[in-house]
């Protein structure tokens, strides 16, 4: 049903939905920069669009490097400015994400040009700057230095960063939910313990691997937290559900399930912790895992309820703990009737489903695919 549903959508929406995105840099593959201490230029084409990108020392105090210099973030340092022009794009969005190193301590906003200005997501480590629509962008680090992973550029306010632009993804048959957790956390909602520390707790690992990352070191500490994320999820319509997810470490490398790392399903009143069986191999050398571990769970059990599957990292702040998470998908088997076979009648009442295809009986605060009879379409609340 789900895969009907979003395709149908892909079509209705395809001549408004032509906007398009262009990562401009990224720390993984940076490009090739010319200049010196004073400043440093590059020329990049995505997509056949051509930018500049420019780091000007400014009044900092610091002799800029190359972005290509440090492996983890192109470093914008306290005084210096960056600067974006194309002649054949009209700038409306640009995201940068940044390292999230030292508990995003070079997580922060700019001063930037006429014509834009901007949001930090500090749980994202991004920064979101919007216009009406300009051929240049110019940011100046003023309070701090900011290290930055990514930029992408869009021409159209509100494209997610991470699908490129263009139609909402469909998810294959069988597949109720994903995310890779290599660009966001959306929907996930996080419940730390404040009593412990003031630690921020889940995110997005901007640096290599990206995944979903809690680490509770920080300001050279290792610190006490309980954090949780976790997601909730209508498995009404659905038979034989499982889900799958991939595990690594930093730190500590336990080869069995322990209660620092948990993963739990909520259902009704009851909460069940599940068992991770497959873990990385403890490392010779270094501090993390060198590969991610794939688990399996049969959720089957929960066929036919609503679920809240959640993630609970927990340290007495005795030694560091880091656990990186990737690639949840929760997969099951729609039973009962299809969209195609919806009644066409204009009384049919509406149904609603979130953007991952999963039904809401009430919908509320956002952007919804609602079905009525034989016509799919989007609402907001």
């Known amino acids: 049903m789900k895969k009907f549903l979003l395709s149908t959508l892909a079509v209705a929406c395809a001549a408004t939905m032509s906007a398009a995105s262009y990562t401009v840099f990224d720390i993984s593959n940076p490009s090739n920069w010319t200049g010196g201490a004073n400043g440093y230029e590059t020329s990049v084409t995505v997509n056949g669009k051509s930018f500049t990108l420019k780091t000007m020392k400014d009044v900092s105090t610091t002799d800029l490097i190359s972005p290509v210099a440090n492996t983890y973030a192109w470093r914008v340092y306290k005084g210096s400015k960056l600067s974006i022009e194309s002649s054949a794009v009209s700038m409306k969005q640009i995201v940068i994400t940044y390292d999230t190193f030292n508990d995003g301590q070079y997580v922060g906003e700019g001063v930037l040009s006429s014509g834009w200005s901007g949001t930090v997501n500090t749980d994202e480590a991004s920064y979101t700057c919007v216009s009406s629509g300009l051929n240049s962008f110019e940011m100046q680090a003023q309070a701090k230095q900011l290290r930055i992973t990514t930029i992408v550029v869009s021409d159209e306010e509100g494209e997610d960063p991470g699908q490129g632009g263009g139609d909402d993804p469909v998810l294959p048959d069988g597949v109720i939910y994903e995310n890779a957790f290599d660009s966001n956390l959306d929907g996930w909602v996080k419940i730390n313990d404040e009593s412990l520390s003031d630690f921020s707790g889940w995110k997005i690992n901007q640096n290599n691997p990206k995944c979903a990352i809690c680490n509770s070191y920080y300001g050279g500490e290792n610190h006490a937290a309980n954090a949780k994320m976790e997601y909730t999820f209508d498995l009404k319509d659905y038979t034989d559900c499982k889900l ?119 919908p509320a605060n956002g952007l919804y695919i609602v079905v009525k009879g034989s016509k799919v379409s989007k609402v907001i609340f």
């Open 244 to 362: 799958s997810v991939e595990q690594a470490f930093g730190y500590d490398f336990p080869t069995s399930q322990v209660d620092n790392y948990r993963l739990y399903v909520k259902s009704g009143n009851a909460t069940d912790y599940l068992t991770f069986a497959v873990f990385p191999e403890v490392p010779e050398s270094g501090n993390w895992s060198k590969s991610f571990a794939l688990n399996e769970f049969d959720l089957s059990e929960y066929d036919g309820s609503t679920i809240t599957i959640g993630f609970e990292y927990a340290t007495d702040g005795s030694k560091s703990r880091a656990w990186e998470l990737k690639n949840f998908k929760l997969e099951g088997t729609k039973a009962g009737v299809g969209v195609a076979e919806v009644a066409t009648d204009s009384n049919v009442e509406a149904v609603y489903y979130n953007l991952q295809g999963v039904r809401v009986e009430n």
